[in-house]
């Protein structure tokens, strides 16, 4: 794959979207951040021109055929920065925390008050 996408930033390299693991990451090709300024995935800061350059981000992402699985990714995989999916940090935040409510205790143990109930962490 030699389009350059925001992922990279995250660590993640050419190296580990290769060989057998290669299937994994087919829905990328499909992204429409393909080509996109990968800078613009990860506005610092709290700023008007941080907030506007968020909306922007999720706009390309609102037009992405892999939105939900880019999503389902980031949740997955814990992605604690930038917009991915259509979300920005604190909507994942949110997601996880609505998630780990809804997950019941396995059978036989409790969890340990209203909110407790967990699924592994991811990161
Ligand atoms: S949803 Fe957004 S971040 Fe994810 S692949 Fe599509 S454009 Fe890129």
Do not use: Y
């Not at 794959?1 to 499909?30: F, K, P």
């Not at 999916?85 to 209203?114: C, F, I, K, M, Y």
Request: glycine letters at 10%.
């Amino acid at each position: 794959m030699t389009a350059r996408l925001h992922i990279d930033q995250t660590g993640t390299t050419d190296e580990s979207r290769t060989g057998s693991g290669a299937d994994a990451w087919d829905w990328l090709r499909d992204a429409a951040c393909v080509g996109a300024d990968p800078e613009l995935f990860f506005p610092v800061g709290d700023s008007d021109p941080a907030a506007e350059q968020t909306e922007r981000a999720k706009a390309v992402c609102h037009s992405c055929p892999v939105e939900s699985r880019c999503l389902e990714w980031a949740l997955d995989t814990g992605r604690t920065s930038g917009v991915w999916g259509g979300t920005d940090e604190e909507e994942r935040r949110r997601l996880r925390r609505n998630e780990r409510r809804r997950v019941p205790a396995p059978r036989g143990r409790q969890a340990s008050g209203p909110g407790r109930a967990r699924r592994p962490r991811t990161h």
